[in-house]
Nanobody
Framework: VQLQASGGGLVQPGGSLRLSCAAS????????MGWFRQAPGKEREVVAV?????YYAPSVKGRFTISKDNAKNTVYLQMNNLKPEDTAVYYC??????????????????WGQGTQVTVSS
């Protein structure tokens, strides 16, 4: 499985961005996908993951929406009301082990290349 992420960029506070991540190759029928992010000097943290249920980090709940198009093997992250503290490199992740939406990065076996999101005026 390979992941191709897109959609990052520079946006002003309060703005919106939509990230996409397409999985190619032999994907498992039951899988989970999600988004993690890493800011400079900080550890990678979960943003949102989707499997048979959806998890959002408390810092993004109500502002971000994760969705998945199973026919296209693509996961999306709609980010609204962006804040400067959302600035980070965003990584999409895939796990073919199960559809349990694990929040632990080590549970995901495939990662995208990362896309930069910068929120600044």
């Amino acid at each position: 499985v390979q992941l191709q992420a897109s959609g990052g960029g520079l946006v002003q506070p309060g703005g919106s961005l939509r990230l996409s991540c397409a999985a190619s190759g032999r994907t498992a029928s039951r899988n989970s996908m999600g988004w993690f992010r890493q800011a400079p000097g900080k550890e990678r943290e979960v943003v949102a993951v989707i499997g048979w249920y959806i998890y959002y980090a408390p810092s993004v709940k109500g502002r971000f929406t994760i969705s998945k198009d199973n026919a296209k093997n693509t996961v999306y992250l709609q980010m609204n009301n962006l804040k400067p503290e959302d600035t980070a490199v965003y990584y999409c992740a895939y796990s073919g082990a199960s559809d349990y939406a694990d929040t632990t990065a080590s549970k995901y076996d495939t990662w995208g290349q990362g896309t930069q999101v910068t929120v600044s005026s």
